[in-house]
């Protein structure tokens, strides 16, 4: 057993070696490495605005890199044909910030969308499927509800029910605590860790909020500035010296990641509007 | 000088561009409407939302136009005692014109906008982004069915445009100013040709009309900016994009059918 632990640790899912992104102008990712094991709970944490959804968006192939490659489960998913890479998508799920609920469609409609559109179940089958999911997330009394006379907490469980009605081999979550109140944050830091734990669903999760992510991540990655500046377990990451980890992880308001947005020298800007 | 040809060169490019993106869109799509073939709900359920509920203003305004028909060739007719053809004037230019031409403005304005703007809104809330991590193609799931739909409504709302347009040409002529009812229906019946009246006019135009119409709404909506301003600057654009398109080619249409 514990050498079947053994090879589960060391069992990576998604691969990603030296990838780089550009938007425009910006580089958002400069050479980034990053392993997320099989299983397990991988955070990625960084400020706003550093491309974590854009990391997501990379690794389900919306986005192309400028260079690298992302593997998931073995397969380049940048170099797949199309139906292939719908395969890989069918087996990972994402949650998004938003939700991204269909909007003309009931909670159970949205969750059984999936199964519609990829099974061919008898409906008495499709229905306790769809309740077993909204149950996992405490709405399966909702399920006559539309998106819209939900609460934001309410709508991400729904989305995150959505999620797993193709039970995943992994799951995607952007950015799951911003915005929620702290009751539904307590709500979704136990589902993620319980569909990790009960399903054994490996879970990618990318957030800036440190403290629920410490508490339920096995490992984490900080992004800052396009690289990777560092990873470890919660723990080691807490105890870090390296300035940018330590002022992330801390909430420092300055450090070297700047306070300022990068730009021309104050005074320069103050005096330019003067009458000459 | 340099500036204006240089802003103009630009502009062009741009536009140019998004041509060209258009028409790969449209190709995608085309590609993916046969798949409807296992799917056909998805379609009727757009050719309902599309077409019947375009019925209502399509009636109307085929009522009125028919009414206003009636009196002003009436007016022009009897100055040449040839009131008795009122019903073929009446049914011609419906036929050929009026009604392909009226019924697809109506139908970029009704149907058009709604398209571009429902495709424009999920794709500002990330529905369609989720669609794609579902592994659900959108282009096929949300896009071709209801491009098919409004293809398949265009030239049917024509065609009821125009019978209606004639029913309220006849209860202007006949039933208001006292020309003939025989004259009426016999001279239309004798007159209007199968190909060169009904299929040149209201089936061709109809779904070339529907074609060009449904082309530019889905494509302003998976296209557009994806914010309020986005979604509503193209839905301004399906409108005026559209109208103007089935303007100019009417006019080429007419050329090449009728001279």
Redesign the interface.
């Known amino acids: 057993m514990s050498t079947r632990n053994e090879e589960l640790k060391t069992d990576t899912l998604v691969r990603i070696r030296n990838l780089h992104f550009r938007r425009g102008q910006r580089t958002i990712f400069d050479g980034i490495d990053l392993d997320i094991p099989r299983g397990r709970i991988t955070a990625i944490l960084g400020p706003s605005g550093t491309g974590k959804t854009t990391l997501l968006r990379l690794i389900?192939a919306?986005l192309a890199p400028a260079q690298g490659t992302v593997e998931v489960d073995g397969k380049d998913v940048h170099r797949l044909p199309l139906r292939e890479l719908?395969?890989v998508?069918?087996r990972?799920?994402?949650l998004?910030q938003?939700g991204?609920?269909?909007?003309d469609l009931t909670l159970f409609e949205n969750v059984a969308?999936?199964l519609r559109?990829?099974t061919r179940l008898p409906e008495s089958m499709l229905r306790s499927l769809v309740l077993m999911k909204l149950e996992m997330v405490g709405l399966r009394g909702a399920r006559d509800l539309y998106p819209r006379e939900l609460s934001g907490g309410m709508a991400r469980r729904a989305?995150l029910a959505?999620a797993i009605a193709?039970d995943p081999m992994m799951i995607m979550y952007d950015e799951p605590f911003s915005g929620q109140d702290p009751i539904s944050m307590g709500v979704l830091v136990r589902l993620i860790k319980s569909l990790n734990d009960a399903l054994g669903i490996t879970s990618v999760l990318v957030s800036h909020d440190v403290a629920e992510t410490c508490s339920i991540a096995d490992y984490i990655y900080v992004l800052s500035g396009s690289k990777i500046v560092g990873h470890g377990t919660p723990q080691a990451l807490l105890a870090a010296e390296t300035p940018t980890v330590r002022q992330f992880m801390g909430g420092l308001p300055d450090g070297p990641v700047p306070f300022h947005f990068p730009g021309r020298g104050y005074l320069e800007d103050l005096l330019e509007d003067l009458p000459r | 000088m340099t500036n204006v040809l240089a802003a103009l060169g630009r502009r062009s490019l741009v536009s140019l561009e998004r041509l060209g993106r258009g028409s790969l869109f449209l190709l995608r799509v085309l590609a993916s409407v046969p798949g409807l073939l296992r799917r056909p709900g998805l379609v009727v359920r757009q050719v309902w939302s599309t077409g019947v509920l375009s019925l209502l203003i399509i009636v109307i305004s085929g009522a009125f136009v028919g009414l206003v028909l009636g009196l002003q060739g009436y007016n022009t007719l009897v100055t040449f005692g040839a009131e008795e053809s009122l019903g073929l004037v009446v049914a011609k230019s419906l036929l050929r014109e009026l009604g392909p031409v009226v019924a697809a403005l109506l139908f970029a304005g009704r149907a058009g906008t709604a398209l571009t703007a429902e495709i424009g809104?999920?794709k500002a809330?990330?529905?369609l982004?989720?669609m794609?991590?579902?592994?659900?193609?959108p282009l096929r799931?949300i896009v071709a069915p209801r491009f098919l739909a409004a293809i398949i409504a265009m030239p049917l709302l024509a065609a009821i445009f125009t019978a209606v347009g004639v029913l309220g040409g006849w209860f202007c002529g006949v039933g208001l100013l006292g020309v003939d009812d025989g004259s009426f229906w016999s001279q239309m019946q004798a007159k209007v040709l199968l190909v060169e009246d009904v299929v040149n006019g209201v089936v061709i135009k109809g779904f070339v009309f529907g074609v060009v119409i449904s082309w530019i709404a889905v494509f302003e909506g998976y296209d557009a900016v994806p914010t309020s301003e986005g979604v509503s600057a193209a839905t301004t654009r399906t409108v005026v994009h559209s109208s103007l398109a089935v303007l100019g080619l009417d006019f080429v249409l007419t050329g090449l059918m009728f001279n």
């Open positions: 389900g919306q719908y395969e998508r069918k990972v799920g994402m998004f938003s991204a609920l269909l909007t969308f999936p559109e990829h989305a959505r193709l | 809104f999920m809330t990330e529905q982004s989720a794609e991590m579902m592994a659900v193609d799931r």
